[in-house]
């Protein structure tokens, strides 16, 4: 099969409700419809139908995880559906993606479950799923200033996640990058990535969602370009997770996406990555999604519980999970659109709960992230409420690396988490170095 000819292609910026009739091109410096709402990428679905889905499957398993540039990367080498006119030359990627799908086989045989998946999304350059997006807006970013746009740097506010993504693409695009950072609510690792990428790092005495209000009246008046996933840029390389996931499946699609959520965009890039690979005929159903929440910021879960029916912002309380620690999610309802369109559920799970369950799936194997906790302790709950039943077919998807984490992780095997009893701790035995004391300890846990 010939190479597809992306002019036949087209994607666009239009309002995300439905009421709201605005459109501009992806090269505006635009972050919200005409409403105030948000914005959507939106592709010319009749052109992309043109080829059949035997086609697309035979394309995208063909570039996935080989050398030509860029397609050899998770998200470029669905490059058609992703932003189909934007040069090659001009992407800006570090072969991002095609991350492992981790059968979690002895985790599952603990909850009584056959078909449990992690997808390790934080296998990643900078260690989580934020460079799948992050790849995307810094390439069309720079494809927009070499076309003469008016931007003098890239900046975000961050919970550390996506300023190690901003720093790690801008810097290997040349383009200034400024990260507004809560004081003291980050890893070691994640600020200092940033830092070592060269980024502008400010650390300001307030909380992510008094970093986000900042930035956005920075990015109102000066020549700075927004990186935050209000920014629909980013969402469309996120849903390549989704399609690499059918993908490895050999195009069939799992019953269950479990991921944690905080600003909420990821839930709905995946949403948008299954629906799109059904509206094109590549895969014949969408699964069901259950977003998980930290009980300290937790206002998706408070909303479910009331049906959608109404959405109060909470002022997220500390939590281990910090990249989720957002009272005031900015895609709210985009994640309620992937809830109703998919009989979606939420799930909430507490900071023991969180680091325990992380602990014990880490005995089999992993070394979970407290994200990933987080959604490991919602699919454990969603299994006893029998929501999930044994047999299906569930990914959890594993947000972030588990070395971004060392310092919560370290002090629950250290038992000094406040208010967590660390019950699967396995803490270094400091032993005389005399093979006689070493015997004793080994002989404490294994019989010799
Ligand atoms: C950003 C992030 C999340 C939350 O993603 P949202 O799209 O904001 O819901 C979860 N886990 C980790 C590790 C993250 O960095």
Not at 235 to 259: C, H, M, R, Y
Not at 290 to 314: K, M, W
Not at 316 to 330: F, N
Not at 338 to 361: C, K
Request: charged share 25%; aromatic share 8%.
């Amino acid at each position: 099969m010939t190479l597809p000819d992306t002019a036949n292609f087209h994607a666009k910026y239009r309002a995300f409700d439905d009421s709201d009739v605005s459109e501009y091109n992806l090269d505006q410096i635009v972050y919200r419809a005409k409403n105030g709402g948000l914005l959507e990428v939106e592709h010319d679905m009749d052109a992309l139908r043109k080829f059949d889905p035997a086609q697309w499957r035979e394309l995208f398993d063909r570039r996935s995880g080989r050398t030509v540039w860029p397609y050899g990367s998770g998200v470029w080498s669905k490059k058609e559906w992703v932003l189909p006119n934007l040069p090659d030359e001009d992407v800006v990627s570090m072969f991002e993606g095609n991350s492992n799908l981790f059968w979690a086989e002895r985790f599952g045989a603990q909850l009584g479950m056959s078909d449990l998946w992690v997808k390790q999304c934080g296998n990643s350059h900078t260690g989580s799923f934020k460079d799948l997006g992050m790849t995307v807006l810094v390439s069309q970013v720079n494809n927009m200033i070499k076309n003469g746009a008016d931007i003098k740097a890239v900046g975000c506010a961050s919970t550390g996640d996506t300023s190690a993504a901003l720093g790690a693409y801008c810097a290997a695009a040349g383009i200034p990058s400024i990260v507004f950072l809560p004081a003291d609510k980050i890893s070691t690792a994640q600020l200092v990535q940033p830092i070592a990428n060269g980024s502008l790092v400010l650390s300001l005495d307030t909380d992510f969602d008094g970093c986000m209000k900042l930035i956005q009246e920075v990015v109102d008046e000066y020549p700075i370009y927004l990186a935050n996933s209000m920014n629909s840029l980013r969402l469309e390389g996120q849903k390549t997770v989704s399609i690499e996931i059918a993908q490895q499946f050999d195009w069939n699609v799992p019953d269950w996406i479990v991921v944690p959520g905080g600003n909420l965009g990821n839930v709905y890039a995946f949403y948008k990555g299954f629906a799109m690979m059904k509206e094109l005929g590549l895969t014949d159903k969408l699964p069901r999604m259950a977003v998980a929440q930290a009980e300290n910021a937790n206002p998706l879960y408070l909303s479910y519980l009331n049906d959608f029916n109404d959405f109060n912002p909470v002022v997220a309380k500390q939590t281990y999970a910090s990249a989720i620690q957002i009272g005031d999610p900015v895609s709210i309802h985009r994640a309620i659109r992937a809830l109703r369109a998919t009989n979606g559920v939420v799930e909430q799970a507490s900071e023991e709960e969180i680091m325990d369950v992380a602990a014990r799936a880490d005995r089999t194997g992993m070394f979970n992230c407290p994200h990933t906790g987080v959604a490991l302790a919602a699919l454990e709950k969603l299994r006893q409420k029998n929501v999930i039943s044994a047999d299906e077919r569930v990914v959890v998807v594993s947000t972030a690396h588990g070395l971004k984490f060392t310092d919560s992780k370290v002090a629950y095997h250290e038992k000094k988490l406040d208010n967590c009893r660390s019950q699967y701790a396995n803490d270094v035995k400091r032993v005389e170095p005399k093979v006689g004391s070493i015997i004793d300890s080994i002989r404490a846990r294994i019989e010799i």
